[in-house]
């Protein structure tokens, strides 16, 4: 009798650890300097189902080796990467030029601006042209020697992850939404199932400084991963997943710094090496700030509920951009997300610095 209770006792104590783990799909638009992200959620406790990704900043084909080469640095080869969506729902570079060419033109297009093979030589991700073109010379991480998962894609991914842990999976995006909307159209149950929705992206009021700023600060506060794809980000931010927080204008607030490199090399691993010499300091932690909100909501230090809906309109100069509303006036088919306002800073550097320097060790 005492084996047996012994046995249903620790049954149930197994049962429970495994409820209260944590699970996440990583969606992005993988670089050489993008593994900081998947570092941050590793090390603070998280279970990494996958890397995922679709074409944002380059080609889809060009990111997935990304990710399969910088998980390979640090022995993480055991996180599967899955390919995702090549194409937007309905955005082409021809549809975004003619756009451009009443609206005004970007400072960054992303995969979507016109080939420029100068700069590929010299390093840079591919750009326009054939989406399924590999870049060699972009890969200072070196190419990778693993192969990405071929039984599946990153929408089928996310569905079948959220029906094996149901409420427990969250999913960050951090490139445009083409993935999340076509999971959330696949299974009606996707996204409620989902423990919750963290993206980067979804400016507001920024178009005075686009207006009087540099062109870094016009491409600064420009939001290139909605505008991508609109209709998916539509999708995805209407859709009923329990929670959705949108790291915005926040991912802004804290830009990498000399001083903080500096900092990061004097523990010399593969990753603080890459990051030294390649993050560069022109630029916020964008992905970073998202993730830290996924990994720690309480680095979260001023934010607010509002109704949010995509500009959807093709003939619009705000084509891709959010609106925000109090419940009063928000439109139809709208729903309320968590929009952060600003994070505890020096936090956000330590996550990121601990993460790089001290690489978990999970397989």
Not at 52 to 63: A, I, L, M, R, V
Not at 88 to 110: D, F, H, N
Not at 130 to 155: Q, S, Y
Not at 250 to 263: E, G, K, M, W, Y
Request: overall charge negative; hydrophobic content about 45%.
């Amino acid at each position: 009798m005492r084996l047996a209770l012994l046995g249903s006792l620790c049954a149930s104590t197994v049962a429970s650890a495994a409820a209260q783990r944590r699970y996440a799909i990583l969606d992005n638009d993988w670089s050489s300097t993008a593994f900081a992200v998947f570092l941050m959620a590793l090390d603070g406790g998280i279970d990494v189902l996958a890397l995922t990704d679709c074409t944002g900043d380059t080609w889809q084909h060009q990111e997935t080796l990304h990710a399969l080469a910088t998980l390979e640095l640090g022995n993480l080869s055991c996180i599967p990467v899955v390919p995702g969506a090549t194409w937007p729902l309905l955005q082409t570079p021809e549809r975004l030029q003619a756009w451009e060419s009443i609206y005004g033109p970007l400072v960054w297009q992303g995969a979507f601006a016109a080939p420029n093979y100068t700069a590929e030589a010299q390093g840079a991700d591919p750009t326009g042209g054939d989406p399924n073109r590999i870049v060699p010379a972009a890969f200072v991480e070196g190419l990778p020697a693993t192969k990405p998962m071929n039984t599946t894609n990153a929408a089928n991914f996310m569905v079948e992850m959220v029906r094996k842990y149901p409420g427990q999976v969250s999913i960050y995006a951090a490139g445009p939404l083409t993935n999340v909307a076509l999971a959330v159209r696949m299974d009606p149950d996707f996204a409620e199932n989902a423990k919750e929705l963290v993206i980067m992206g979804g400016y507001v009021d920024v178009e005075l400084l686009q207006a009087t700023g540099s062109l870094l600060m016009a491409n600064i506060n420009s939001d290139i991963n909605l505008i991508m794809d609109p209709e998916a980000a539509s999708i995805a931010l209407t859709a009923p997943f329990p929670n959705i927080t949108i790291a915005g204008n926040v991912a802004n607030q804290v830009i990498s710094t000399q001083a903080f490199l500096d900092q990061v090399i004097q523990v010399n691993n593969s990753y603080s090496n890459l990051m030294y010499k390649y993050y560069g300091t022109e630029f916020p932690f964008w992905d970073e700030t998202a993730m830290a909100l996924l990994v720690d909501p309480s680095i979260n230090t001023n934010s607010t509920n509002v109704f949010v809906a995509v500009d959807t309109a093709y003939g619009s100069p705000s084509y891709g951009n959010i609106h925000v509303y109090q419940k009063a006036l928000a439109p139809p088919n709208t729903r309320s997300v968590q929009y952060v306002f600003e994070v505890d800073g020096g936090k956000l550097q330590d996550m990121i610095m601990h993460a790089v320097q001290y690489p978990p060790q999970v397989c």
